[in-house]
């Protein structure tokens, strides 16, 4: 195959620095979530074995 133009598409494009301030602060959020979710079956299992009849 030829190539046809000069670009690269291997890179990707810029991005604006509010858009990747935002991505930062969701990926966060993710990572945060994922870790509440994760544990809490640690948390539900402690709460259960200690729970008072």
Do not use: I, N
């Amino acid at each position: 195959m030829v190539r046809r133009s000069r670009t690269d598409r291997t890179r990707t494009p810029g991005l604006a620095e509010w858009k990747r301030v935002y991505q930062k602060e969701v990926a966060e959020r993710r990572v945060l979530y994922q870790a509440r979710v994760l544990g809490w079956g640690k948390e539900k299992q402690h709460y259960f074995a200690h729970k008072q009849a």
